[in-house]
T-cell receptor, first 113, second 110 residues
Framework: DAGVIQSPRHEVTEMGQEVTLRCKPI?????LFWYRQTMMRGLELLIY????????DSGMPEDRFSAKMPNASFSTLKIQPSEPRDSAVYFC???????????FGSGTRLTVV | RKEVEQDPGPFNVPEGATVAFNCTYS??????FFWYRQDCRKEPKLLMS???SGNEDGRFTAQLNRASQYISLLIRDSKLSDSATYLC???????????FGRGTSLIVHP
């Protein structure tokens, strides 16, 4: 298995632009998580999907952030408009029910200038 | 009280030393516990699950103390390659939603 695949690996964008991050979970996993990691705040859960349905989005910072999971093999996290404080590493992780741990993608390092 | 708390360290130890990390959690209903390892500029990777009876994987031993609401990780015979940040993970009670601690930094020197 190729693991959790995220794209792009790096993204540099100007403030105000739209940013779309992509994630392909491990085949057969039914849970998907989007995390943001910064030095100041560590790993923060943004949103959790189970069987493609958003279950908990209480960690989404504000309306500028949105996430979708149109099918079991694809999810997107969109930031519109982006701001410099959104600069962070964004990780996607998937799991099977969660009792067996979570597999992370390599992350997207986002820089908003 | 934070959901999951860890001493950030760094723990600076010589090769061959034994080192232990603790992690406390606030939700007594939590059922699943893990230790993850994260290398610099890499993604977190599962090191081991933590079971109620305690479990061992080579040089690594994990323990759970439900009464005091903490988990621990013991590393014996430390290697240079063990240098990393160790993240404690606790599922929110009654769910599969994981909460990560801020991590404990370990530096193993020659």
């Amino acid at each position: 298995d190729a693991g959790v695949i995220q794209s792009p690996r790096h993204e540099v964008t100007e403030m105000g632009q739209e940013v779309t991050l992509r994630c392909k979970p491990i085949s057969g996993h039914n849970s998907l998580f989007w995390y943001r990691q910064t030095m100041m705040r560590g790993l923060e859960l943004l949103i959790y999907f189970n069987n493609n349905v958003p279950i908990d989005d209480s960690g989404m910072p504000e309306d500028r952030f949105s996430a979708k999971m149109p099918n079991a093999s694809f999810s997107t996290l969109k930031i519109q408009p982006s701001e410099p404080r959104d600069s962070a590493v964004y990780f996607c992780a998937s799991s099977l029910q969660g009792d067996y741990g979570y597999t992370f993608g390599s992350g997207t390092r986002l820089t908003v200038v | 009280r934070k959901e999951v708390e860890q001493d950030p360290g760094p723990f600076n130890v010589p090769e061959g030393a034994t080192v232990a990390f603790n992690c406390t959690y606030s939700n007594s209903a939590s059922q699943s516990f893990f230790w993850y390892r994260q290398d610099c500029r890499k993604e977190p990777k599962l090191l081991m699950s933590v079971y109620s009876s305690g479990n061992e994987d080579g040089r690594f031993t994990a323990q759970l103390n439900r009464a005091s609401q903490y988990i621990s990780l013991l590393i014996r015979d430390s290697k240079l390659s063990d240098s990393a940040t160790y993240l404690c993970v606790v599922n929110r009670g009654g769910s599969y939603i994981p909460t990560f601690g801020r991590g404990t930094s370990l530096i193993v020197h020659p």
